[in-house]
């Protein structure tokens, strides 16, 4: 199974940091998933406006269609998702995440906001019908050191249950026929 590990921050690297935390850790529950890390600072991000769509967006859109899982790291922004990674999830098309494995983790300048994961990205992965893990995680800069690595170890351990989780619902999406009975 690919699984495509999005940060979507474009600048900063807490978001960057947590996923390749996570990598290791779904790593150590399944060494044979296939992962690759997509970073949205990376990309040169095009708005959804019905003009041609650049090749970077091609490219994004084409890596969430081929995968079989995903993780979402995202930070906060106007106590919301930022732009450009709502804008993404405006060109996949409905049905290309349909029941797959999808675990989110966030972080944000203060911890008032971690309900916006559950609030805002939770609804729109739930309108893709995707197999969303129960837990997330949500961090905060007292979680890093100044290098900006994950030094709290409450945060190591939800991270890891996050990977354990992840990994057992990818072998539920693996018996799961995408195909539906009804029309939708
Ligand atoms: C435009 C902007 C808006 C932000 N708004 C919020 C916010 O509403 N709530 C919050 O907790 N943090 C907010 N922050 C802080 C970011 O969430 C934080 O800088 C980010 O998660 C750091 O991660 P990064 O290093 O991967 O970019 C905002 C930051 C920026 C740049």
Redesign the pocket.
Known sequence: MKILLV?G?????????ILRQVEQYIKEYNSGLELEILYFADLKHQILDGSPLNEDMQMMIRKFEEADGYII????????I?GVLKNAFDMIDPKAMRYKPVSMV????????HL?VENQLRPILDYFRCLVTPNYVYT??SHFDEN?QIIDATIQDRLRELARVFVEYCKLSETLPKQPVDKN
Do not use: E, L, R
Request: proline share 6%; hydrophobic share 25%.
């Open positions: 940060d921050t474009v600048f900063g690297t807490k978001t960057g940091a790291s995202t930070p906060i922004y106007q106590a919301s930022p966030a972080n944000g300048g203060t911890y008032q906001h916006v905060h800069s900006n």
